[in-house]
């Protein structure tokens, strides 16, 4: 009898881990591109970095696959960042450089999605590998609040999380649209005018709120809403303060991105989170 007592409890005790891993896989939400979202988890977005210049003929091949994503998803938060002798300079290129051409010079044009992976050239007919990017169930969202006036900024980053992290870092970049600038064209996009007059430069970079790489974000558990606050004046190289906007995204331990949001001046954001 002992024995056979024995041998029930460990099938009995089998079967129930076998259940509850099951359970648990059953339960981890597919973040698939198309995947129906389920209740509780957040749109996911990808993020894609654009390293571009006024004076890059060949850049206007990304700016065009850029504009192609944005027709075909509302998941994509997009960031220029210019280099060299171009009116929207971004000094601050140095760490990024680092991170994504350790060993190589920073030859325009250059693209990344979630910070880390390479954009596959030609980038016009590489946009699905953005799109599978994208999704309706991830593991955490974010949501920004912010006030432009009086000369100055504040901004509220809201982040939730639904599942435990650790490692995290928060970067927020302010950006700037509308900037008129003749755009060079070495390219058959935009009907291969060269240059491209007064092109409209959108989501640039102007300034990192936080370090470029990310500031250390703690509290990050499942169930936790963590809010960082950011007060600072309207930088001297915003034009104009009605095309002020924001990109903030959370980066893992190997920098890639896990989620990010875009927002306007003034807009108040609840998170993505599904009903």
Same mark, same amino acid.
Request: net charge negative.
């Given at each position: ?17 076998? +259940? ?21 988890? =957040? ?12 004076? +890059? ?65 030609? @980038? ?68 291969? @005018? ?37 007060? =600072? ?33 003034? @807009?108040?954001?609840? =998170?993505?989170?599904?009903?």
């Amino acid at each position: 009898m002992k024995k056979v007592y024995l041998l029930s409890f460990l099938f009995g005790s089998f079967l129930f881990s076998s +259940c509850a891993d099951t359970v648990v896989v059953e339960n981890k939400p597919d973040e698939s591109a198309n995947a129906p979202a389920i209740s509780g988890y =957040f749109k996911k977005r990808v993020l894609i970095e654009d390293y571009t210049g006024t004076w +890059c003929g060949n850049c206007a091949r990304v700016a065009y696959a850029v504009d192609q994503v944005k027709l075909q998803t509302d998941k994509a938060v997009t960031v220029a960042i210019h280099n060299g002798n171009d009116p929207y300079n971004f000094d601050g290129i140095a760490p990024l450089k680092d991170l994504i051409l350790p060993n190589s010079p920073l030859a325009l044009p250059v693209s990344r999605l979630n910070r880390i992976n390479v954009w596959t050239f030609p @980038e016009p007919t590489n946009i699905q590998q953005a799109l599978d990017l994208t999704g309706n169930n991830t593991f955490l969202g974010l949501a920004l609040n912010s006030t432009v006036g009086n000369a100055t900024i504040n901004l509220d980053v809201k982040m939730k999380f639904v599942q435990d992290y650790s490692n995290l870092k928060l970067v927020v970049y302010l950006l700037e649209d509308k900037l008129i600038y003749d755009q060079r064209n070495y390219t058959n996009y935009f009907n291969g @005018e060269n240059p491209i007059i007064n092109f409209e430069h959108n989501h640039v970079l102007r300034t990192s709120i936080t370090n470029i790489l990310g500031d250390a974000v703690s509290g990050t558990t499942n169930g936790s809403t963590v809010t960082k606050s950011f007060s =600072f004046p309207i930088p001297a190289n915003i034009s104009n303060t009605a095309n002020i906007s924001f990109a903030a995204f959370l980066v893992g331990s190997d920098n890639a991105v896990i989620n990010a949001r875009a927002s306007i001046a003034n @807009e108040n954001q609840a =998170f993505e989170q599904n009903p």
